[in-house]
């Protein structure tokens, strides 16, 4: 079974809005990874916070971890359209195999 | 090459066929993925390879499923009897195996059982 669940499942919103989208995971964890895909295909690494960090930023990006939920969120900020597609939370522990959450599916509209 | 390659990028093939899927790892890479990802969900882990170590094959869904490495680079997944739920995309990454390690994706090899 899949380790972590997303939220929302679906997301729309206007250009220039910020974009939350949430990730909750079920056992221990040494880092949690956020992708994207675009199109149902490849996946894109975005991010990384390791179990000791509890935030961290890149560009638009910000990425919140609180291991005593076993959550984590993702920000977008003043998204564009180029921004839409889906988002996955994928976490590991004590191995390299990653175990993906269910996506969020994020809409930007001009 | 500079990515991870994988073909066919689409397969069509017949109920009862077998199909062979192929995945080009990031050269140097030592950990090599695959996946699966039906429509509009999520990823599904199928089987990782890590240097010279036996896989970890816990993610086929059956014996119908199988997958190689040779010489520790290009990977086949194969498909044995194919049938209609085998329809999906299916994804390969490869990665450094060091820690914090991230992946690396193929743009996937889209199957349509028939």
């Known amino acids: 079974s899949q380790q972590g669940e997303e939220d929302p499942q679906a997301l729309s919103i206007q250009e220039g809005e910020n974009a939350t989208m949430n990730c909750s995971y079920k056992t221990s964890i040494n880092n949690l990874q956020w992708y994207r895909q675009n199109s149902g295909r490849g996946l894109v690494h975005l991010i990384l916070i390791r179990s000791n960090e509890r935030e961290k930023h890149s560009g638009r990006l910000r990425v919140t971890l609180d291991t005593s939920k076993k959550s984590s969120s993702l920000l977008i900020t003043a998204s564009r359209a180029a921004d839409t597609a889906s988002y996955f939370c994928a976490t590991t522990y004590n191995t390299d195999k990653l175990i993906f959450g269910t996506g969020t599916r994020l809409q930007v509209f001009p | 090459g500079a990515g991870v390659s994988q073909s066919p990028s689409n397969k069509v093939t017949e109920k009862g066929k077998d199909v062979e899927l192929r995945c080009d790892p990031i050269?140097?890479?030592?950990?090599l993925y695959w996946y699966r990802q039906s429509l509009g969900q999520g990823l599904e882990f199928l089987i990782y390879f890590q240097g010279n170590s036996a896989p970890d094959k816990s993610g086929l869904p059956s014996d119908r499923f199988s997958a190689e490495r040779t010489g520790g680079s290009v990977s086949t997944l194969t498909i044995q009897r194919t049938q209609q739920e085998d329809s999906a995309v299916y994804l390969c990454a490869s990665s450094l195996w060091v820690a914090d390690t991230i992946q690396y994706f193929g743009a996937g090899t889209r199957l349509s059982v028939l």
């Open positions: 050269s140097g890479h030592t950990a």
